[in-house]
């Protein structure tokens, strides 16, 4: 089935720093594939998509690009900032079914 | 646009008791709404699909009969936790799909909503 594998956390950073949280994939055909971030308390908001093979999704700084060779997604940002600690999801979904999620990473940015 | 509401935000009960939880798509329709549960600190778990006029598939392990799902129009999902225990404590979250963006797959979540049974 249809599974989304994400690095384990927490991931601990500077302000600043370069942010990399790898996300693989196993589907059939052609997923969907997103990230969403959940804040402390907070319900899931979309963050970026891409729904073809080798599209980049980007939002606030943050970009993955759609690697159907690698079946990978991986989530990245250019310079952290302290307001972006909070719980990364990576999912995926096709033909409108269901999100299937990844566990989720922590990621926490100190000043 | 495409805003999902849930409502209560926040439900404290006690043991025994049932609860209803609404989520209602504010901006758009949708036939098919999906609910999650999250525990401490994991990720979100499908529990079923929602479908408007008809039942809710369950996924694998949750009891329909403790899980009633009604979804009676195009707009709104309920999902009733009946005989709630402590064990049914968690974050319940909804999302739905944009009816009117069919090769679309992507869906707007709820803003969830805290369980605490006591």
């Known amino acids: 089935g249809n599974s989304v594998t994400q690095m384990e956390g927490p991931v601990t950073l500077s302000e600043e720093a370069f942010l990399t949280i790898n996300c693989t994939y196993t589907a059939t055909g052609y997923p969907s594939l997103f990230w969403y971030v959940q804040y402390p308390g907070e319900g899931l908001q979309l963050l970026l998509k891409?729904?073809?093979?080798?599209d980049k999704g980007s939002n606030k700084g943050f970009e993955a690009t759609y690697r159907k060779e690698t079946t990978s997604f991986h989530l990245e940002k250019g310079s952290v900032q302290v307001s972006d600690s909070a719980v990364y999801f990576c999912?995926?979904?096709?033909?409108?079914?269901?999100?299937?999620f990844g566990k989720g990473t922590t990621l926490s940015v100190s000043s | 646009g495409a805003v999902v509401s849930q409502h209560p935000s926040r439900v404290i009960c006690k043991s025994g008791t049932s609860v209803k939880i609404e989520c209602r798509s504010l901006d758009f329709q949708a036939t098919t709404m999906f609910w999650y549960r999250q525990f401490p600190k994991q990720s979100l778990m499908l529990m079923a699909t929602?479908?408007?006029?008809?039942?809710?598939?369950?996924e694998q392990g949750v009891e329909k009969d403790k899980f009633l799902i009604n979804h009676a129009s195009l707009t709104l999902s309920t999902l009733t936790v009946t005989s709630a225990h402590p064990e049914d404590s968690s974050f319940y979250i909804c999302s739905a799909r944009d009816s009117g963006k069919s090769s679309y797959n992507e869906q707007f979540f709820g803003p969830g909503t805290r369980l605490t049974v006591l």
């Open positions: 929602s479908n408007e006029g008809s039942k809710a598939t369950y």
């Open positions: 999912a995926l979904t096709q033909s409108g079914t269901a999100l299937i």
């Open positions: 891409a729904t073809k093979a080798d």
